[in-house]
């Protein structure tokens, strides 16, 4: 498949110092997926499909202010990267806006807005002495 059959919905580099984007790290997002690209010579590509996104968060550092980046933290339903951030993108609240666009739009093609939420367990150990207080 040629480079020019994708539609990027956005794209962008990760920002270096003073925001410019000096970086062998690549984020693509398309109608269905958000792609994480890197390298120069040796090339890796991590998927996450936007149907399993559980919870995002903006991340705004000082410095990355100061030049108008800041960092998406993406909570993912996935083996392979249960959390992926993106880091140092420009424009990070536009960028959010239109991934949370793109969640929505799939949850429904997937029917997954109930799922979504729906978890087995608390994540706490339990011990069957009887006291519910035990930790």
Same mark, same amino acid.
């Given at each position: 498949?040629?480079?020019? *059959?994708?539609?990027?919905?956005? #794209?962008?580099?990760?920002? +270096? ?12 997002? +398309?109608?269905?997926?958000? =792609? ?5 010579? %040796?090339?890796? *590509?991590? *998927? ?15 410095? /990355? ?7 998406? =933290?993406?909570?993912?339903?996935? +083996?392979? +990267?249960?959390?992926? *951030?993106? #880091? ?13 666009? /793109?969640?929505? =739009? /799939?949850? $429904?093609?997937? %029917? ?18 009887? $006291?519910? $207080?035990? /930790?």
């Amino acid at each position: 498949m040629a480079k020019s *059959e994708f539609s990027y919905l956005w #794209r962008d580099r990760k920002r +270096t110092i003073f925001g410019l984007p000096w970086s062998f790290t690549t984020y693509f997002l +398309t109608d269905t997926k958000f =792609v994480t690209r890197k390298g120069l010579l %040796n090339l890796s *590509e991590d *998927e996450l499909d936007l149907y399993k996104v559980t919870d995002k968060k903006l991340v705004l550092p000082f410095w /990355q202010r100061i030049v108008g980046c800041g960092t998406i =933290v993406i909570y993912v339903r996935d +083996t392979d +990267t249960p959390t992926k *951030e993106v #880091r140092c993108v420009k424009e990070p609240r536009k960028v959010l806006a239109l991934l949370d666009k /793109q969640i929505d =739009v /799939q949850r $429904d093609r997937w %029917n997954t807005r109930g799922r979504d939420m729906y978890m087995i367990g608390d994540g706490h150990d339990h011990c069957d002495c009887g $006291d519910h $207080d035990c /930790q």
